[in-house]
């Protein structure tokens, strides 16, 4: 048993549906990258949006299936809306925020246009005058909170890709329906459990420098990163329910145990084994797949693009 220090690993899914095999091989890949550096895993239910009814809790037993454990109790970023607030409350007070009413298409058409980088916020609200937010608000648009950004860009190391430099502009930190956004929710959680080592899909790899830098203002430390491989079907788009058998019900509906699914996943990542522990000596970062897995469902043996 490797003893424990300080900080911890998690794995955060979103409550929207069944996790497919995508999903459950990047918690193995978080539970391998914590559990061997001496870290606590955890989990966090990331729950301010797109909820649907007993998914976390099928989402949960899952995770057990397959084998993965994690240390202390299940947090739901529902219950965690007034340290939000609080995080909101200190940036305004700094003179870090400022309200925008654009609607998405507004958005996308500024962002399209020659003067703006592409996926930027143009800044259209920065500089607006009291008269003109009063005006806006006579006009009924509800108000975004957005962060006043001093950068354009922000650099992180991550343990798969290197160093990597992105886009920091000025993101949403409460949506104009008053919940938190997603950039500003993570931050704030992953730095209140202790999560100093953060592994996810490389999807999210570009939104990252924006987290790092909001964690600087806030004055929080900033996790070590891992963006690992998606998996993706044999078009190279991102694995979803509509590929066919792709989550772990989707399996044992076909006569597989949780653990022969385990093994397929293990497999996918170069490694042996049904349950995770046996996969601790044989895991480093070094070896962790840098292309994504390509799976098409109705076969048990996947192909790696390389």
Partial sequence: MIPH?????????????????GNLRTALLAWLFARTTARNFRIRVED?????????????????????DWDGKVVYQSARTEYYAAAIDQLTAAGATYECYCTRREIQKAV???????????????NLTTAQRAAKREEGRPAALRLRAETNEFEITDAIHGRYRGLVDDFVLRRGDGTAA????????????????????????????RQAYLATVLGLAVPTYAHVPLVLNTDGARLAKRDGAVTLRDRTALGESPRQVFALLAASLGYQGERPRALLAQFTPATVPRAPWILDPAHLDPVRRG
């Fill in 112 to 126: 399209t246009a020659p003067h703006g980088p592409m996926g930027a916020y143009p800044g259209t609200c920065r």
């Fill in 5 to 21: 220090t300080a900080g911890a690993g998690r794995f955060a899914p979103s409550p929207s549906g069944d996790l497919h095999l």
């Fill in 182 to 209: 997603y950039n500003l929710a993570v931050v704030v959680d992953d730095a209140a459990q202790g999560f100093d080592q953060i592994v996810r899909g490389d999807d999210l790899l570009p939104s990252t420098p």
């Fill in 48 to 68: 301010l949006d797109r909820v649907r009814e007993g998914a976390a809790d099928r989402q949960l037993a899952d995770l057990a299936a397959i084998g993965l």
